[in-house]
C-alpha cells in the first residue's frame, strides 16, 4: 500500500480525517476528562488511525507533497491539542502539556501561548493588576474601590513613566555632553548605560520615524533653493526712449518678460512711459492690446483696460500692475520686474515706477 | 469676407450626412407613425382622418428631403435647403446674455406650468423633431458649423438631449403619480411593485449597457478627433480661453464676480448646500415615488438653479461665447475685434459720484490703518449696508412673510441655512440682472484688501 507519490485527494483526504479527529477530541472532553491527555500528548497517532489514507509518517517523506502533507499534518497537531488543553480546568498543569504536546520543536501558536500565559501569571503576581483583571470576579462585596483604583492608576501611572522617561532621557544626554565637555569616562560610561535602558523597541521606533521625517523634510526644504534658478533677469533693459512713440503700446517684450512698454500722455495728463506686466488682475489671464479698440481684452473673462492700464470693463477689480522702469547709465530703459505698483495702492506717482518724457 | 456671403463652405460631405438624419428621422417618424395608428385615434377638427395619416404625410416629406441631400450633395453652392436668412436675421438679433437668461428661465417657468402638456408622448416627439430639425438646417450656417460641430462641443449637444430626456421622464411620471393621487388611485410605484431578480435580470442589462457604452465610446474616440491646441505658452492664452466644459458655468459667474467669490466661495456654498439638502428637507412626501406636486417648492428650487444657472450657463459658455469672452449670437462669425462697450461702475460710484454728485472719498496720503479703514469703509458703506441687508436681514423679513411657514416648521437654524441657501443662490442671476440693467461691476469694492462683492 505504500505510495510513493500520493495524489492530491489522498492528501486532502487525510486532512480532512484529520480536522475530523481534532474535533472529535475536542467533542469529547467533557465526557470524557480522563483521555484529555491522550490527544494532547500523542495527536499524530490520533490523526494517524483515523486516516484512510496511506500513511506516510512511518516511511521516510520522499515528495515535496509527502513534505507538505507532513507539515499540514503537524500543523493541525497545535489545534487539535489546544482545546482540550484550555478547557480542562481540573487540570491543575494544564498549559504546560499544551506546551510540551508540541514536542521538541514548539510551532508560533505554542510560543504564543505560552507568552500569554506567563503574562497572565505575571499580572496575577503583580497587585495593582489583579485589581484591573480580578476586579469583576474576585471582589463582589467592594467593586466600587478597585474600579476606581485601577481607574486612577493607570493614567496616573503612564503620565509617571512618562515623566521618568523625559527626565532620564534628558539626564542621560546632559551626562553625554557634560562627560564630553569635562572629558570624564565615567559620566559618559553613566550617560550611556542610562541611554542603552531608555532604548527600548518603542522609543526606537519612533525615534527612526522621527530622525527619517526630519530628514525628508529637510530634503524637500531643500528644494527651495535650487543651484540653477531658469528664469527670466527680473532687470532688462528694453532699448532707448526713442523707440516707443506716443500713445502706442509695445508688444516687443511680452513674450519674452512679460510687460508691454507704455508711452501715453492719457494718464493724468502726463507725458510718460512705464512698463505694465502682461497679467489680468481678475484671474491672471495674459491680456491682448488691441489697437483698434485701444484697449487691452483679456479673453478669459473679458476684463478691457485702457492704454493706461486702468481697468473699465469686465469684471477685473483693479487696475493692471506696473513694474519699475528706470533710465540706466548708458541712456538705455530698464525694466525692474522685481517690484510692482498698484495704482488702487496710490504707487503709481512713485517716480520709480515711470518715465517722464520731456 | 468669405462668412458674409451666402452659405460659404457649405461641403458636399455636409450636405450628404445631412441626408442620412433626415433618413434617420425619417424612419424614427415611420415607427411613430405606426404607433400612432395604434393609439392615436382619428383627428375629428378636419376632415376626419386618422392622426397617424398627418405623421405619415409628415414622414414623407422627410424621406424627400432627404433623398434630396443623398443626390443633390454634389454641387452645395446650389443648394438651396438651408437655414433661411429670414430665421437667421432674427434670431441674431435677438441674441444677447438677456435675452438668453430671460430666455431659459421662462423656458424654465413654462416647463413647471405645461407640466401636464409637454410630457404627453406626443408632445415629447414633437419637441424632439422641432429640436433635430433646427440643428439639422441651422449646421448648414457655417458659423453654426464651426461652433456647434467642433468635436469638443458635440458630446455637449448629446449632454442636452440627454438633460432634456430625463427631464421629461420625470416631469412625465410626476404628472402620472400626482393625477393617480388625485383620483385616488394607486401610484406607479406601489402598482407596477413586482420584484426582478439582480442574477440576471440586473447584470444582463448591466452588461449590455457596458458593451453599448464601448462601442459608443470606440466608435466617438475614432470619428471625433480630439483637437490639440498650440503648445502652451505663459505670455499668450488662447482666446477664447476656455474651462472644461462642466466648469462653464463657473466661468460664467466669474464674468459678474470677484473671482475669490466665484471660484472659491460659491463653489463651496454650491457643494456645502448640496449636501445640507438631506438635512434642511422637512418634507416627508415624495419618498421612493415620483411626484412634483408634494415637493413643489423642493423640486422648482433645485431645477432652477440646475436647468438656468447651471445647464443654461454650459450652453451660454460654450456655444455663444467668444474671443474676449464676448457674446456671439448662433449664425455670427466669431470676430476678435468684435466691439461691446462695457462701461462698468462700482455701487460706490454710482452713489457719491451719480447719487451725491461729490467725488468718491480718497484716503489719504500715508494713513494709519484706521484712518484709511474708516475711509474706506465710508466709501462702500452703501455696499456693505446692502450686502449686510441681504444676508442679515433679508431672512429674517422672509421668515416674517413668504417662508413663515417654513420657519415655523423648521426651526431657526435650519430655516436660516435654507434662507442662506437660497440667497446665495439668487445672488448670481441678482448680480447678472444689475450688470446688464445699470452695469454695475461690484456692489462692495475695496481692492486694496483684495475683497469684492
Redesign the interface.
Known sequence: MEEKKPSTADILAKIRAQKAAAAAAAGDVPAAPAETPAPATTPAPAAETVAPAPATSGAKPTSTKDIMAAIRGGGAKPAAAAPPAAVAPPAGDAPKPAVAAAGPRPSVQDMLKAVREGKVGAAAAAPSATAKVGTPVAAPPMPAKPVVASKAAKPASARRSLAVVATVASISAASFVLGFAVGSNLLIALGACVWGVLMTPFAAAWFSVASIGGIWTLGTARFMFPNVLVEPPSKFKVGPLSDYPINTVSNKW???F?VWIVHTDQYEGRNMIFALT?VCT??G????W?D??QKF??????S?FYITGVN????A??PLERAGLRIAEDGMLEVNKSVKYQE???QWSDPTSFVSVV | MTHLTHNPDLTGSVIFGLGWVYLLLFFMNIAWTKRSLALDGICHTGLGVPYAALWAVYAAMLLMISITHLTGWDTPQQFSLVMPEFLKYPINKASNPVAFFVGSTTIYILMIVLRKWWTTPTAGWILLNLSILFLALSITDYDFRQIVGKPDNVPIVAMLYIVGFFTWLYFKKSVDNDARKAAGRPLLEQENAEKVLTWPDLVYTELVCMVLVTAVLIAWGIVLQAPLEEPASAAKTPNPSKAPWYFLGLQEMLVYFDPWMAGVVLPSVILVGLMAVPYIDFNKLGNGYYTFNERKFAVSTFLFGFLPLWVAMIVLGTFLRGPNWNFFSPYEFWDVHKLELLNNINLSELFWIKGLGQPLPVVPQNASFPVQAWYIVCREGVGLLAVAFYLLALPNLMAATVFKGFYIKMGFLRYMVLANLMLMMMSLPIKMVLRWAVNLKYIVAIPEWFFNI
Open positions: 511680452k513674450d519674452q512679460g502682461s481678475h484671474l489671464c495674459t491680456p491682448n488691441l483698434g479698440e481684452k483679456c479673453p478669459c473673462h473679458g478691457g473699465f470693463e469686465g469684471p477689480p483693479r488702487e495702492m496710490g
